[in-house]
């Protein structure tokens, strides 16, 4: 009940915050452009309470998901008087700008977001920074099927000059499956170029980096806690093979299945041989039941601190990057390469929002910048009834050097209005069938 109660608030929070920032920025603009403003809304439906300044009604209404705000004159289906602070009565081009305003402001909002949530100091992995020096790559992973090879040293990717092990973590993130990223590799003085197909596992992507295995706790009774493993203890090779990183550590437990293992680990400084046996078992972290010998790892971090100028680069490259996928990913979706079964709606936000919430207020907020950006983008598509709509029409009257006519501009809503509700309707099914498969 609470886990409901949590996600439901959540999602109230950040979707209903961001629709309040895109209606802010349309009304600023209109307000900038002498476009008179009859009633700002926080909230939907029947007024609660407010005030009037001028001639418009600052309102609280019953229904907390966002806001409105109505412009004098902006219905077409309307009479108009004609009075020079309608909306209809400005110039295209003004317009156009405050239509183009709402999804401004949800942009500028994901930026502002994200800054402050890369900026500062945080943790990170000790080779976060560091050139991408393969140690291993994963039989039939990508990075495999692409021809990387342990000790190969890759210096760019899909364009990006010296990246490090961050720098992939992002170009993996940000990769639609089947995504071709084109990679440079320096392989013993030999320049190798080649492709890597992206897929949903993000550490075989571009192999694995080296980093050494601290034992951190020991699961009572486990197959570690019986041979006598102990927390401090730092794992130095399986079965004679040299243990180089986390992600090679199960990937040889998981092909081992419950063979015996020898581990050469090292204890204050002193080698020590232990025979382990991996049994299969059920952690309770939602990814079934696998192989393991029961030790969690400590994880190794080091301190990043990033100043103003650079949190706020680092967050203009973040959301350029994401609003690229989107769109790409919208492309794919008209093409067929993305079926609808995979696109989030309503019951997956306040899914994810009640995750946030749950995980602190900078989760929260991180969440928040996501529906903003998303928002953006969505209202910036040539549909009807959306800011892009809008503006497209907008352009098309430019062209024309004429206003269409009122019946035109209406069917052209409907028919966009009729597309949106279908869409709407087929994520909101997709979005339920989810929640039941899983639940």
Same mark, same amino acid.
């Given at each position: 009940?609470?886990?409901?109660?949590?996600?439901?608030?959540?999602?109230?929070?950040?979707?209903?915050?961001?629709?309040?920032?895109?209606?802010?920025?349309?009304?600023?603009?209109a307000?900038y452009?002498? #476009?008179?403003?009859?009633?700002?809304?926080?909230?939907?439906?029947?007024?609660?309470?407010g005030w009037?300044?001028?001639?418009?009604?600052?309102?609280?209404?019953?229904?907390?998901?966002?806001?409105?705000?109505?412009?004098?004159g902006?219905?077409?289906? =309307? =009479?108009?008087?004609g009075?020079?602070?309608?909306?209809?009565?400005?110039?295209?081009?003004?317009?156009?700008?405050?239509?183009?305003?709402?999804?401004?402001?949800? #942009?500028i909002?994901?930026?502002?977001?994200?800054a402050?949530?890369?900026?500062?100091?945080?943790? @990170?992995?000790p080779?976060?920074?560091k050139?991408? =020096?393969?140690?291993?790559?994963?039989?039939?992973?990508?990075?495999?099927?692409?021809?990387?090879?342990?000790?190969?040293?890759i210096t760019?990717?899909? +364009?990006?000059?010296?990246?490090t092990?961050?720098?992939a973590?992002?170009?993996?993130?940000?990769?639609l499956?089947?995504?071709?990223?084109?990679?440079?590799?320096?392989?013993?003085?030999?320049?190798?170029?080649?492709?890597?197909?992206?897929?949903?596992?993000?550490y075989?992507?571009f192999?694995?980096?080296?980093e050494?295995?601290?034992?951190?706790?020991?699961?009572?009774?486990?197959?570690?806690?019986r041979?006598?493993?102990e927390p401090?203890?730092?794992?130095? *090779?399986?079965?004679?093979?040299?243990?180089?990183?986390?992600?090679?550590?199960q990937?040889?437990?998981k @092909?081992?299945?419950?063979?015996?293992?020898q581990?050469?680990?090292?204890?204050?400084?002193?080698?020590?041989?232990?025979?382990?046996?991996?049994?299969?078992?059920?952690?309770?972290?939602?990814?079934g039941?696998?192989?393991?010998i029961?030790f *969690?790892?400590?994880?190794?971090?080091v301190q990043?601190?990033?100043?103003?100028?650079?949190?706020?680069?680092?967050?203009?490259?973040?959301?350029?990057?994401?609003?690229?996928?989107?769109v790409?990913?919208? +492309?794919?979706?008209?093409?067929g390469?993305?079926?609808?079964?995979?696109? @989030?709606?309503?019951?997956?936000?306040v899914?994810?929002?009640?995750?946030?919430?749950?995980? +602190?207020?900078?989760?929260?907020?991180?969440?928040?910048?996501?529906?903003?950006?998303?928002?953006a983008v969505v209202?910036?598509?040539?549909?009807?009834?959306?800011?892009?709509g809008?503006?497209?029409?907008?352009?098309?009257?430019?062209?024309?050097?004429?206003?269409?006519s #009122?019946?035109?501009?209406?069917?052209?809503?409907?028919?966009?209005?009729?597309?949106?509700?279908?869409?709407?309707?087929?994520v909101?099914?997709?979005?339920?069938?989810?929640?039941?498969q899983?639940?």
């Amino acid at each position: 009940m609470l886990g409901t109660f949590l996600s439901i608030c959540g999602a109230l929070i950040a979707l209903g915050f961001m629709v309040l920032i895109h209606e802010f920025g349309h009304f600023l603009v209109a307000l900038y452009f002498d #476009v008179r403003v009859d009633v700002f809304s926080i909230g939907f439906g029947t007024r609660l309470f407010g005030w009037k300044s001028g001639p418009t009604d600052y309102r609280v209404s019953i229904l907390p998901l966002g806001g409105y705000v109505r412009m004098a004159g902006d219905n077409i289906s =309307e =009479e108009r008087t004609g009075a020079p602070d309608e909306f209809l009565s400005k110039p295209r081009w003004q317009r156009a700008l405050i239509a183009l305003a709402g999804p401004t402001m949800n #942009v500028i909002a994901a930026i502002v977001i994200f800054a402050i949530h890369f900026g500062g100091v945080s943790q @990170q992995a000790p080779y976060a920074d560091k050139p991408i =020096e393969v140690v291993g790559v994963f039989k039939g992973s990508p990075a495999e099927r692409a021809g990387i090879q342990a000790g190969d040293r890759i210096t760019a990717i899909n +364009g990006a000059e010296d990246p490090t092990w961050e720098r992939a973590h992002w170009e993996t993130g940000f990769a639609l499956p089947g995504a071709q990223l084109p990679v440079t590799i320096d392989r013993a003085g030999q320049i190798v170029s080649t492709v890597v197909t992206a897929d949903q596992d993000e550490y075989d992507m571009f192999g694995y980096p080296a980093e050494s295995i601290a034992v951190d706790t020991v699961t009572p009774n486990g197959p570690a806690g019986r041979a006598g493993l102990e927390p401090g203890d730092r794992i130095v *090779s399986f079965d004679d093979i040299p243990v180089e990183s986390w992600y090679q550590f199960q990937q040889l437990i998981k @092909q081992r299945h419950d063979h015996p293992i020898q581990l050469m680990i090292s204890r204050n400084g002193h080698p020590m041989k232990l025979q382990v046996r991996p049994e299969l078992k059920d952690l309770g972290d939602g990814n079934g039941t696998r192989w393991t010998i029961g030790f *969690s790892r400590h994880i190794d971090s080091v301190q990043k601190d990033m100043g103003v100028v650079d949190s706020i680069g680092f967050s203009l490259w973040f959301n350029a990057r994401f609003a690229k996928q989107m769109v790409s990913l919208v +492309g794919q979706l008209f093409v067929g390469k993305v079926s609808l079964k995979e696109v @989030q709606g309503p019951v997956g936000i306040v899914t994810m929002s009640g995750r946030a919430a749950r995980a +602190g207020f900078g989760s929260l907020m991180t969440m928040m910048a996501f529906i903003s950006l998303n928002l953006a983008v969505v209202n910036l598509l040539p549909f009807p009834i959306l800011d892009g709509g809008h503006i497209t029409m907008l352009a098309i009257e430019g062209a024309l050097r004429h206003d269409l006519s #009122v019946k035109a501009k209406e069917r052209f809503i409907q028919v966009g209005f009729v597309f949106i509700l279908v869409v709407f309707a087929l994520v909101m099914y997709n979005d339920v069938l989810r929640l039941f498969q899983h639940s």
